[in-house]
């Protein structure tokens, strides 16, 4: 590993380690980073299963207005109810039947999926913006800034983190925007810590007192040097935690206090349903199995991502 | 409930994923027993009860809270004081209507202010001791005085308070008793008179509630605090058919025949309430013949019932109202056109799909079984364009916001079991006539109705059960003006929606002629319906459940008495 502190640290920033590689595969380390990775993910079996599950449910939630025969106002407000036609089984007309309040199931599934990858997105982007900043400050200035913000994230982790949501919500009020705050801010915590630890891996590398010794200034040094390296630890954690707040999200709306109705919403379908297992399995299943492949698919496009980018994890 | 069952269903929904798979066989089968079954501890213990015609066994979800009925609120406890318990009148068996019951006459003065009551002779308590005008008159003193030495309660004797308005020495802010109720005399053994210091109608129906049963004063003394529980050396002494034989709390209570009793004496010896929490549980253990019957049925449970030739399904009357009400203290709902498009866009038939055949569509703010009930009113048909047509005119006057904050409440009701579906179809139902509405569903005791009440609200979704079989007790609580939800000052202050009607009301319920009252309140539900502060919805049954070889049963909107009930 000497090579790794004289080697420019552009080249390493993305993917540490990545000079091990040349003796290896020579021209692969001549390409960009990126597009080397980009080649090992297309090999990668898991992450491609992951991105095709994930690529599926965006594509039809983008094309929802064209997809559903029966469409939400701007309000959100389903005004196609009717309740002579409820609980139908699947059939050419409806294709996953209809809801307890006879507004067409498929309609209300491709608007939820809308619901649930915003959910995702939005929360994860929110805990890795607050956490990067947090784990980078405390990181970076050590004493007694990193003591008290990483005893403060030891303590939101001491918390299970449903329960934490759930406290949350109940004290800024249930609602969609809150669910994401809520979501967001119970998974601080991990980016805070893997931006930490890559900072303090970084921090005191040759290339950075180099580069420091050069006039860099602290904000160039965090930005150019320090930051690139948690990039690829924070991607894999990022596409695992799009899964998990996606199910965190369900379990609020399940629990009544995420989405409200009349949203669309997986978690929200479930709850209003749950009860009609027997009676109208097609209206538990659809929305659950929806979570289900939605969270499977992030999960395996985390898990392949971690495996391309892990250098410990390469070659196994 | 819903707390509870949230934190439960948590855990359903990492199921809910394998939902896909239990729905592989979509018919659940009666045969099996779940483990919870075992929790009741009854299989190892006793035998099924098939064959024992002297033994009924009734399934309920909790235990009584206390048998002393003036003591308690809820209907688990009642389900066993009506046995135990009698007071001066009684409901006729099936009807809201009041008959003779430990008193055999009474007579009121022609003020209404003094009532005399004869005393049925030849009544004793399970005690042994004699009922007579001083056992009256000291059970009214024990509800009526807050000092009284056993005036003792952890409920505070709050239904007391809440149909006689008061305790001795409770005043209002002009000094005047808060209670209409001012004392209990003996005139001699089997005479009583009852002062009042003002006239109260409902004074006789007040009188039949379960609340209000007799308790034998040397019994109470006897037990002091502890009277009423398990724990006590008399667990209860009443006049009624049954007196308690054995009670392990949160297990089961044991009623025994009491064979001194004064009337027709019951055809069974022995009933036993067994509590069972859960509902299905329960349900399984009546179709296993565990339980000769239940109450409180899960919806689901109703289906299968009904497909079991072993069980037979009992449909009490309803004694409640499920409504759609506007606070005509906010635009447009002070404009009668407005209110009458609602009305017309509301799709009550639709509604009862909530339901599981356990509901009717309400035309009216009180049930079909209560005396009052107006039978000539015809409902507003469901008609989107005569809804839109009233709409139109309401317009041309009246500006409807944006947005019109629509209270649904958060948690299950009786006469609401799904209310959040039930404000999703009428929201969807009033988008189509162009009227936009935001769901409010706050926390429920501490923000919900206090909110309601002092009319934050536009429109809602509410509903009320009754206490004592009187008309005054559902329209009255509606419409005289005690909160706000209807319509008020803008500052929380409640005002009636209309005052003819408010003085309608408060005329019938000072009257004592039975049938003068009824007439009146015929003519109230006309004139609800025609001023239509609200939009009744729904009345609901509640289904019991009884194994097929039960007979006898009598179906009542107000209680559940088992006394009738033969087994074959």
Redesign the interface.
């Known amino acids: 590993m000497s090579d790794v502190e004289t080697t420019p640290p552009e080249r390493d920033a993305l993917l540490p380690g990545i000079a091990d590689l040349d003796a290896i595969a020579p021209e692969a380390a001549r390409r960009p980073p990126w597009l080397d990775a980009l080649r090992r993910i297309r090999r990668s079996r898991l992450a491609m299963a992951g991105l095709l599950i994930i690529g599926l449910l965006g594509a039809i939630a983008l094309a929802a207005p064209a997809i559903a025969s029966q469409h939400p106002?701007d309000?959100g407000?389903?005004?196609?109810?009717d309740?002579?036609n409820?609980e139908q089984t699947p059939s050419a007309e409806h294709w996953m039947g209809t809801d307890?309040?006879g507004r067409d199931m498929l309609s209300r599934m491709v608007y939820a999926a809308r619901m649930s990858l915003l959910i995702g997105v939005v929360s994860v982007s929110l805990a890795i913006a607050i956490g990067t900043l947090l784990g980078a400050v405390a990181g970076f200035l050590g004493g007694a800034a990193d003591m008290a913000i990483m005893r403060f994230m030891d303590i939101m982790l001491a918390f299970p983190s449903?329960l934490l949501a759930l406290a949350i919500v109940v004290l800024i009020g249930e609602g969609l925007i809150n669910v994401m705050l809520a979501v967001g801010i119970i998974s601080i915590p991990t980016y805070a810590r893997i931006v930490r630890a890559s900072v303090l891996g970084e921090i005191n590398r040759e290339y950075v007192t180099a580069s420091r010794a050069l006039g860099a200034s602290g904000s160039r040094i965090l930005l150019r040097h320090v930051l690139p390296n948690a990039l690829a630890p924070l991607i894999v954690a990022g596409s695992l935690g799009i899964g998990s707040a996606i199910l965190d999200a369900?379990?609020l709306g399940?629990?009544?206090l995420g989405a409200?109705?009349?949203l669309a919403e997986w978690?929200l379908m479930?709850?209003?349903t749950?009860?009609k297992?027997?009676?109208a399995?097609?209206l538990?299943?659809f929305?659950?199995?929806a979570?289900?492949l939605t969270v499977l698919g992030f999960n395996l496009l985390g898990d392949g991502l971690r495996d391309v980018l892990d250098p410990r994890l390469r070659g196994r | 409930m819903t707390r509870i069952s949230r934190a439960a269903s948590r855990l359903a929904l990492s199921v809910a994923a394998l939902g896909l798979f239990a729905a592989c066989s979509p018919e659940p089968t009666d045969a099996p027993v779940p483990p919870a079954q075992m929790e009741t501890g009854s299989i190892e213990e006793e035998p099924e009860d098939t064959g024992d015609k002297d033994r009924l066994v009734f399934g309920h979800p909790a235990d009584a809270a206390k048998l002393d009925p003036a003591d308690v609120t809820d209907g688990e406890s009642l389900l066993v004081t009506w046995h135990i318990y009698e007071g001066l009148t009684r409901y006729v068996r099936g009807s809201t209507e009041v008959e003779e019951a430990l008193a055999t006459s009474w007579d009121a003065s022609e003020d209404g202010l003094e009532w005399t009551f004869t005393l049925r002779d030849g009544v004793t308590f399970h005690d042994g001791t004699a009922f007579d005008a001083d056992a009256v008159v000291w059970n009214f003193n024990r509800w009526f005085d807050a000092e009284h030495p056993q005036h003792f309660g952890d409920w505070d004797f709050s239904y007391w308070e809440y149909m006689f308005q008061g305790y001795a020495g409770d005043v209002d802010d002009d000094e005047n008793p808060k209670s209409f109720f001012v004392s209990a005399e003996a005139v001699d053994s089997s005479t009583v008179k009852l002062t009042l210091n003002r006239a109260s109608a409902p004074l006789l129906q007040n009188l039949a509630m379960g609340n209000f049963g007799f308790s034998s004063p040397a019994a109470v003394e006897a037990a002091g605090s502890a009277y009423g529980t398990p724990g006590g050396s008399i667990i209860a002494a009443g006049t009624g058919p049954y007196m308690v034989e054995e009670w392990r709390k949160d297990e089961q209570v044991t009623l025994l025949r009491y064979d001194d009793y004064w009337g027709d004496a019951p055809a069974t010896e022995r009933i036993e309430f067994r509590v069972i929490p859960d509902g299905t549980s329960r349900y399984l253990a009546l179709a296993n013949g565990e339980l000769d019957g239940m109450n409180q049925v899960n919806p689901e449970d109703i289906e299968q019932a009904d497909s079991n030739d072993d069980v037979q399904i009992v449909m009490e009357p309803a004694n409640n109202v499920g409504y759609f009400g506007f606070n005509q203290a906010s635009e447009p709902w002070d404009n009668i056109d407005c209110r009458l498009a609602v009305a017309h866009a509301i799709d009550k038939e639709g509604v009862l799909g909530l339901y599981a055949g356990d509901a009717e569509a309400a035309t009216q703010m009180m049930p079909p079984g209560l005396w009052g009930y107006n039978d000539s009113i015809e409902d507003y048909p469901y008609d989107l364009d005569q809804a839109q047509t009233y709409l139109d005119a309401c317009l041309e006057t009246s500006t409807m916001p944006d947005e019109v904050v629509f209270y649904v409440p958060p948690v299950q009701r009786f006469y609401f079991p799904k209310p959040k579906e039930l404000g999703e179809l009428i929201q969807a139902s009033l988008a189509g006539l162009g009227i936009n509405t935001a769901i409010r569903s706050p926390e429920w005791g501490t923000v919900w109705l206090p909110d309601v009440r002092e009319g934050k609200h536009d429109v809602f979704l509410l509903g009320w059960g009754g206490d004592n079989g009187d008309p005054d007790n559902f329209l009255c609580q509606f419409f005289c003006g005690g909160d706000a939800s209807f319509n008020g000052d803008g500052e929380g202050n409640g005002l009636s929606p209309d005052p003819d009607l408010e003085a309608l009301l408060k005329e019938a319920a000072a009257l004592s002629d039975q049938d003068e009252r009824m007439a009146k309140y015929e003519e109230a539900n006309q004139m609800i319906h025609e001023l239509v502060p609200s939009v009744p919805l729904v009345h609901r049954s509640p289904p019991l459940l009884f194994r097929s070889n039960v007979n006898g049963y009598v179906a009542s909107p107000i209680q559940t008495v088992l006394t009738s009930v033969t087994k074959e």
Request: charged letters at 15%; zero cysteines; proline letters at 10%.
């Open positions: 106002d309000n407000v389903w005004r196609t109810t309740m002579r409820r307890q309040l449903i369900a379990g399940f629990l009544g409200q109705p009349p978690g479930l709850s209003d749950r009860q297992l027997f009676t399995p097609w538990v299943a929305p659950g199995v979570i289900m």
